[in-house]
């Protein structure tokens, strides 16, 4: 049967309980024993064969005009001596007289005495609570010689011991109950709480934390155990959800980027299927545009690939890239396919990184793009490469219009647009800095946006870089 910790603690404390209790009792009893085997040797010591034959064969001899109880002599002392006849009187050879108080003489009866010859025994007085230690033996046929001595100094010597047995015991008890009660506040109870508040907690509310108890103790350290872990459960539930709606988010932005071009191509193969295409000039122009639709649903599902590759944080295709090189060719590329920018480059020789070309030089020229198809014609477009102390500093920036700052915040969101019409117009898909910046974490980078309206727009990549 298993017990809780209060349990065993409290079963421990009775268990002390009763062995304390047990010693007390034992010592007590052991004491007792001890002193009243002192009176019974004692009164072994005090018999004379000699004396007791004079009393067998002529009985006690009361000196003239002494009191009762004085035969033999006067003398001290607390020892009762007296002849039992058989008829159950008593003669009393002496009585003790040792103190003020005038003690009660034993209370002797031939057949009690009779059955305990030569045994000591206890006796009651015959008046009050006084105790006799008794030792009978034989004086003649009808008479028994009776010695017995008071237990007063001993019930005195128990009860004074029983008083500090008791104390002690009770001192005892209350330094443990008073541990276990500190033990309980310090240990137990703050981990029932601690359970009971972790019962409470749910999914629904993963922002409350269990109780801390003093600090240094165990409890203390569970408890900081404890909040550390909900933290990291919420931080991870948090983080879920967030994946699970950027997913929700991003099947249902998809969903929509899709539509248009399938949309657009159903149309015009349903328009051909009924003859709506008969002549040759309509039929080219919806061949251009099913082709052109066609082709911006596959670079669409293309960029939504390289996101999911991204996503899969799978190692990346590492080896030493010129980066200067690699910025070279997309600014000639940009120079001819943007005749309308100005296009000017500060890249500096010899930038040498660690990473996947092709992903790098993707990244580049999405940066570089988003320049010129965002920014009206007569646009400078500045492109600059420097290093600086441990890392390559790409920077990307326009002369532009800008953009407004509640949109920068979420401008690698993905198919987030700032300007979303224009945007579709110019075949854009939302997912360009989206790629940017999967492509910069997974090479262990960073990528900031500075933009505002009426003075352009600068994107900056940090890279590790590498020493020749």
């Not at 003020?100 to 045994?119: A, E, G």
Request: aromatic letters at 2%.
């Amino acid at each position: 049967m298993s017990l809780s910790l209060r349990s065993r603690l409290i079963a421990g404390l009775v268990a002390v309980a009763a062995v304390l209790t047990g010693l007390g009792w034992l010592v007590l009893t052991t004491t007792r024993g001890h002193l009243v085997d002192q009176l019974d040797e004692r009164l072994a010591a005090i018999a004379d064969p000699d004396r007791d034959a004079r009393l067998a064969e002529s009985g006690p001899r009361r000196p003239s005009g002494a009191p009762p109880g004085a035969f033999g002599g006067e003398r001290l002392g607390n020892l009762y001596e007296g002849i039992l006849l058989d008829d159950g009187t008593v003669e009393v050879v002496f009585a003790p007289n040792l103190g003020t108080d005038d003690l009660s003489l034993p209370d002797l009866s031939w057949p009690t005495v009779l059955d305990r010859v030569d045994d000591p025994f206890t006796i009651d007085a015959v008046d009050g609570d006084l105790r006799y230690r008794a030792l009978a033996k034989v004086l003649t046929p009808n008479s028994l010689l009776v010695r017995a001595l008071p237990l007063d100094d001993v019930d005195e010597t128990v009860q004074r011991l029983t008083l500090l047995v008791v104390l002690g015991v009770g001192a005892v008890l209350a330094v443990l109950a008073a541990v276990a009660w500190w033990v309980i506040r310090l240990g137990i109870r703050p981990i029932e709480a601690m359970t009971r508040t972790a019962g409470e907690i749910g999914t629904e509310d993963l922002t409350r934390r269990v109780p801390e108890p003093a600090a240094g103790t165990e409890a203390a350290a569970l408890a900081g155990a404890l909040n550390g872990m909900l933290g990291q459960i919420e931080r991870a539930v948090d983080d879920q959800r967030s994946s699970e709606e950027r997913l929700r988010r991003f099947v249902s932005d998809a969903s929509h980027e899709l539509r248009t071009p399938v949309t657009t191509i159903l149309g015009y193969a349903e328009l051909y299927r009924h003859g709506g295409l008969a002549e040759a000039e309509r039929l080219d122009d919806a061949m251009r545009r099913t082709e052109q639709e066609a082709r911006r649903m596959s670079r669409l599902v293309e960029d939504m690939l390289i996101l999911a590759k991204l996503d899969r944080e799978r190692p990346i295709d590492a080896g030493i890239v010129d980066l200067s090189r690699v910025l070279d060719d997309i600014v000639a590329d940009a120079r001819i396919t943007a005749p309308g920018h100005v296009v000017v480059d500060g890249i500096e020789p010899g930038l040498l990184v660690r990473g996947d070309e092709d992903r790098l030089r993707q990244l580049l020229a999405n940066l570089v793009g988003n320049a010129v198809v965002h920014t009206p014609p007569g646009t400078h477009v500045t492109v600059t490469a420097r290093s600086r102390d441990e890392a390559v500093v790409v920077a990307v920036g326009d002369d532009g219009p800008g953009i407004e700052a509640e949109h920068v915040a979420r401008l690698t969101e993905r198919f987030y647009r700032a300007d979303r019409s224009r945007a579709r117009e110019r075949g854009g898909s939302g997912l360009g800095l989206a790629i940017a910046s999967a492509v910069v974490d997974a090479h262990g980078g960073s990528l900031t946006i500075d933009s505002e309206p009426g003075r352009g727009t600068v994107v900056t990549v940090r890279l590790q870089r590498i020493a020749r």
